[in-house]
C-alpha cells in the first residue's frame, strides 16, 4: 500500500502564489508518474499538471506559464509551484500516483486552495 498525504493548501490573494507538497510513504514504486488533479464544487476532477518518474511534464492549458511539477525521488514527493493564482483556482487539489506495473491508482486526501480578495 502507498499513502499520499498533501500540504500546502490555504487562502491566498489573486496574484499570489502557493507551493502544494505531496509526500508518498509505505511500499512506494520505483517507477511511477506523479500527479496533480483538482476539484471545485460542482465540477469534474480535472487533471492539472503530470510528471512521469524520467521528469516528463504535462500541463493543462489553463495552467502554463503559471504553475510547475517537480518531483524529488530521494523524498518521494512531488510539488505544485502556483503563481500569479486567480480565483478559477479555486478547488481542492488532491495529489495521484500511478503505479504503472500494478495497474493502480492511489489517492491523496486533498489541500483546499482558495483564490480570493
Known amino acids: 500500500q502507498v499513502q499520499l498525504v498533501e500540504s500546502g493548501g490555504g487562502l491566498v490573494q489573486p496574484g499570489g502564489s502557493l507551493r502544494l507538497s505531496c509526500a508518498a510513504s509505505?511500499?512506494?514504486?520505483?517507477?511511477?508518474?506523479m500527479a496533480w488533479y483538482r476539484q471545485a464544487p460542482g465540477k469534474q476532477r480535472d487533471l492539472v499538471a503530470s510528471?512521469?518518474?524520467?521528469?516528463?511534464?504535462y500541463y493543462a492549458d489553463s495552467v502554463k506559464g503559471r504553475f510547475t511539477i517537480s518531483r524529488d525521488n530521494t523524498k518521494n514527493t512531488v510539488y505544485l509551484q502556483m503563481n500569479s493564482l486567480k480565483p478559477e483556482d479555486t478547488a481542492v487539489y488532491y495529489c495521484?500516483?500511478?503505479?504503472?506495473?500494478?495497474?493502480?491508482?492511489?489517492w491523496g486526501q486533498g489541500t483546499q486552495v482558495t483564490v480570493s480578495s
Open positions: 495521484k500516483m500511478k503505479n504503472w506495473i500494478a495497474g493502480v491508482d492511489y
Open positions: 510528471i512521469t518518474s524520467g521528469g516528463t511534464t
Open positions: 509505505g511500499s512506494v514504486p520505483s517507477t511511477n508518474d
